[in-house]
């Protein structure tokens, strides 16, 4: 059994940054990929990014591409969410997730065994 944490939500300002992070709980941990995942009110949870466990790979929905990276600290077993120039749209409940199936990239919640308990990301001036 392995538990994910998220930490980092917050209120951001439309233009500002934030970052998530998502520690595993297990120090023997070795997933196929980790990603981030977001729920809006009323919404559909939605892909944001992942990343390759094994290999150095990473991949960013297009809505979030070159305004948020995924990144890992090898030695924490910690994934992180850098979000830059934040927009309204981007207020949602962010989930780290965790699957071992090796289908690349694993964009679809269905694909993935672990959660996180979500965190809060609210964009507003």
């Known amino acids: 059994q392995v538990q994910l944490v998220d930490s980092g939500g917050g209120l951001a300002q439309p233009g500002g940054s934030l970052r998530l992070a998502c520690a595993a709980s297990?120090?023997?941990?070795?997933?196929?990929?980790m990603a981030w995942f977001r729920q809006a009110p009323g919404k559909e949870r939605e892909f944001v990014a992942a990343?390759?466990?094994?290999?150095?790979?990473?991949y960013h929905t297009d809505s979030v591409k070159g305004r948020f990276t995924i990144s890992r600290d090898n030695a924490q077993n910690t994934v992180y969410l850098q979000m830059n120039s934040l927009k309204p749209e981007d207020t949602a409940v962010y989930y780290c997730?965790?699957?071992?199936?090796?289908?690349?990239?694993?964009?679809?919640?269905?694909?993935?065994?672990?959660w996180g308990q979500g965190t809060q990301v609210t964009v507003s001036s």
């Open positions: 997730a965790a699957t071992w199936i090796t289908n690349w990239p694993p964009t679809s919640r269905l694909e993935y065994t672990y």
């Open positions: 297990r120090s023997t941990f070795s997933p196929s990929a």
């Open positions: 990343l390759s466990w094994r290999i150095n790979r990473t």
